[in-house]
């Protein structure tokens, strides 16, 4: 088995998934030979990290191509907000503050730091989303974050009051290098935030597609304390998020004359009572997992005997984990309609499942959709109350299958 990524012990193997390829690599047409890496994840019983066993380069993930855009949900949208107006609250009162975010993709958060005129930078490595951001009013620059980047922000624009990062801590292999930076980054009196999946959420539903290449990590306060503590910094908050099936948002600061809340007590409380501290408490997961998609595929299957067609609702990156384990492809998922224009007219990755547009979905007469960005059901059942209306029905599966 493979070392812990943190903190370099043996880590211990939870489940594995076979050959996946890349989860946002949608393909222009269907390839003689794609890529395909080993998705399988594993705990480490000394820093309780839960983590992916093979990493794929990510360069080959986040890179001018990158398809993943923040902005194409109305809820994310106004998350992002109240993020920024969370910030602006915290930074209130202080002399030219300085705010940075990791990840910054299409500036769908600082944009609103930016229109109030405060000092910010956004770091992004995916040059086509960095280019969007910049359009939206962000100061980027174009990188992945590291120690040697952050001294270098420090050396040009100073430390920073506040850094934060949503559905990117989780993307960086190197978070112990991430965590230095930020240790030389930071003001002393700062705050370091971060939202991510959150473990305990993956587990009670089973949530398996949240497992992808991108994800390398699946935060729970038991990993994220000791992590906090191994680089000098206290877990002094966290708030659970209603955004990506289930997220938590940690706050960090200096260990220093800060201490957890009541709050991360209970949430610590409730990860050891489902022994997220020890590899027991994963061992019923892969049986769950093959529960869902057994379930799932028998579901459609009938669904197929019936005579009805099925199609998808949302190209996830999540979706490709579910489609290629559960093998669920073209046989039975006529299409997937999505409303990303870069991913319309694409095939999704290892099943080749063809994209089309929102508009195809809603002059087709189909009376069965999986919803596979379940994440952005209450969203999406309210957009498609005319197909509902007519007679159309949403199949979820998490934690268990529902026609609805
Ligand atoms: P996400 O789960 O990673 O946020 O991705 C959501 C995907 O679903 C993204 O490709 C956009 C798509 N989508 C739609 O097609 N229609 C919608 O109404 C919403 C909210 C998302
Ligand atoms: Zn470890």
Redesign the pocket.
């Known amino acids: 088995m493979g070392k812990?990524?943190?903190?370099?012990?043996a880590?211990e193997r939870i489940v594995s998934f076979g050959k996946m390829p890349i989860a946002n690599g949608f393909l222009n047409r269907i390839p003689s030979d794609e890529f395909f890496y080993n998705l399988s994840v594993a705990f480490?019983?000394?820093?309780?990290?839960v983590?992916l066993d093979e990493t794929v380069k990510p360069d080959m993930l986040f890179n001018a191509d990158y398809q993943f855009i923040s902005s194409t949900s109305d809820a994310m949208a106004g998350h992002f907000e109240k993020i920024s107006a969370e910030i602006l609250e915290k930074i209130s009162g202080k002399s030219n503050p300085f705010v940075i975010e990791l990840g910054c993709n299409d500036g769908i958060m600082l944009r609103h730091i930016a229109a109030r005129g405060v000092k910010h930078l956004g770091i992004e490595p995916s040059g086509n989303v960095a280019s969007l951001a910049r359009n939206n009013g962000v100061k980027v620059l174009e990188s992945f974050f590291n120690e040697p980047v952050a001294s270098q922000i420090v050396r040009d624009y100073g430390q920073a009051d506040v850094i934060c990062g949503s559905n990117v801590f989780c993307h960086i292999e190197n978070i112990n290098s991430v965590f230095k930076g930020i240790g030389i980054l930071l003001k002393n009196d700062g705050v370091l935030f971060f939202e991510d999946p959150y473990l305990l959420s993956i587990i009670k539903k089973s949530a398996f597609d949240q497992i992808y290449d991108e994800h390398i990590y699946y935060f729970s306060g038991l990993?994220v304390s000791?992590l906090a503590r191994k680089h000098d910094m206290q877990l002094v908050d966290m708030h659970p998020q209603d955004v990506h099936g289930g997220s938590m948002r940690y706050y960090l600061k200096n260990s220093l004359s800060n201490t957890a809340n009541n709050k991360v007590g209970e949430f610590l409380s409730e990860e050891k009572a489902l022994n997220l501290d020890r590899l027991h408490g994963y061992s019923t997961f892969k049986d769950n997992v093959d529960k869902i998609c057994s379930d799932l595929r028998n579901t459609l299957s009938d669904i197929k005997r019936k005579g009805n067609r099925i199609v998808a609702y949302g190209a996830t990156s999540k979706s490709t984990t579910l489609l290629n384990y559960a093998k669920i492809g073209p046989e039975i998922i006529d299409y997937i309609c999505d409303i990303t224009p870069n991913k319309i007219n694409k095939y999704t990755p290892g099943m080749h499942i063809p994209i089309k547009s929102h508009e195809a979905f809603v002059k087709d007469t189909v009376l069965y959709a999986l919803l596979l960005a379940w994440n952005h059901k209450k969203e999406i059942l309210e957009k498609e109350k005319e197909y509902r209306r007519k007679g159309g029905k949403f199949i979820t599966y998490f934690p268990e299958v529902v026609i609805e």
């Open positions: 812990c990524k943190i903190c370099n012990k880590a480490c019983p000394e820093c309780f990290m983590q990993s000791k």
